[in-house]
């Protein structure tokens, strides 16, 4: 006897959720977004049981899907978009992960797309992009941390599997991050064992919205009170200046030095710069008086007065990282991948002193 499987419902329920999509319906029911456009388009690849869970949980949810994508067959065309982010302030960071991507993304045989989003823009700009608007990408890196509002919503409606890089907060999944707690921590420890113990952290400007700022500032602080030192003064209070302002550093160099401070954390290589830029304009040498290091690194503080002692997260390693995670959803029908987390090496410079030991 036939069994009669339920329809698509025509019409929404009084109730619908608001912006279900593909992937929504897929997490509910506990398979692959794949599995969910397979019932969709009425595929005989779907058993009986699996079929008539989705269809119940489409039903429930009020989800339509798009009549127009819902007709047009996936096909692999081995070309991986990146959306990247335009950088406010002038580093590396950018450059070593497109390095780090292109390279992977070579060396697996792929083709790589992109497109650009400015500072602070919308998540629905990303709607707008030529790259996005296209059916030509298996899947998608997103480098876009300061990006305001919900990526995933916007993105989802996109039908291609995604990634992100340096996220603005930590996600379980599909994500590569650097272990911001781990970094400041090292640093902390760095100083520690030079015997340094009055140890102050240098946030970044109040307008840094990303996660790293915050765990940054746990790492180093959690690194001190284990050691049951006490964190040195503002550590959790953000820099005024945006990069082209110097007085909060000099201000902060002085209060360093009325409080007895030996030695500085800063949140990053700029962070690093302008505090070395503010002990030269203040008359107090590093690494005799004041030593530095920075939570990352950038090739151009080689070349300071003194050469910056640095944690550096290899954003080429990311890239390299982001491209095999998001190659491994696409083969696996869009499955999960836990989310990746990438270690600091020690770049050793000049701007840390040893201490006599105490």
């Not at 619908?16 to 009425?42: E, F, K, L, W, Y």
């Not at 690093?272 to 030593?291: W, Y």
Request: hydrophobic share 40%; glycine share 4%.
């Amino acid at each position: 006897m036939e069994t009669v499987l339920p329809k698509l419902q025509t019409q929404a329920p009084s109730r619908p959720r608001v912006n279900v999509t593909c992937i929504d319906i897929a997490r509910m029911v506990g398979v692959a977004p794949s599995t969910v456009s397979r019932v969709i388009n009425h595929s005989e690849k779907v058993s009986a049981d699996t079929r008539a869970r989705v269809l119940s949980a489409i039903q429930a949810t009020g989800y339509r899907p798009s009549v127009a994508a819902s007709s047009l067959p996936r096909r692999k065309h081995d070309v991986v978009g990146l959306v990247s982010e335009m950088a406010v302030d002038p580093s590396s960071y950018g450059p070593d992960l497109i390095r780090g991507i292109s390279i992977a993304i070579s060396k697996l045989g792929q083709r790589l797309a992109m497109d650009t989003v400015q500072y602070n823009d919308p998540a629905e700009v990303l709607e707008r992009l030529p790259l996005l608007r296209s059916l030509s990408i298996d899947g998608l890196i997103l480098d876009t941390h300061s990006i305001v509002g919900d990526i995933d919503a916007i993105v989802a409606k996109m039908r291609v599997p995604y990634v992100f890089v340096n996220a603005p907060i930590p996600r379980t999944y599909n994500t590569v991050m650097p272990d911001d707690i781990y970094v400041a921590g090292l640093a902390t420890e760095y100083l520690i064992e030079r015997h340094h113990r009055k140890i102050a952290y240098l946030p970044y400007a109040e307008r840094q919205r990303h996660s790293s700022q915050a765990l940054r500032m746990a790492g180093y602080s959690q690194t001190m009170m284990r050691l049951e030192l006490p964190p040195g003064p503002l550590w959790n209070v953000p820099t005024k200046a945006d990069g082209h302002q110097i007085e909060d550093y000099i201000e902060r160099v002085r209060i360093y030095r009325e409080k007895g401070i030996t030695g500085v954390v800063t949140y990053n290589a700029p962070a690093a710069a302008l505090l070395m830029r503010a002990c030269v304009m203040s008359n107090v040498r590093v690494p005799h008086e004041l030593s530095i290091i920075s939570c990352d690194y950038d090739p151009m503080n080689r070349y300071t007065v003194v050469p910056i002692t640095s944690l550096h997260l290899d954003r080429a390693e990311m890239g390299d990282a982001a491209v095999r995670m998001l190659l491994w959803r696409i083969e696996n029908d869009w499955a999960d991948a836990p989310s990746v987390s990438i270690q600091a090496k020690l770049v050793e410079m000049e701007s840390v002193h040893l201490l006599t030991e105490p």
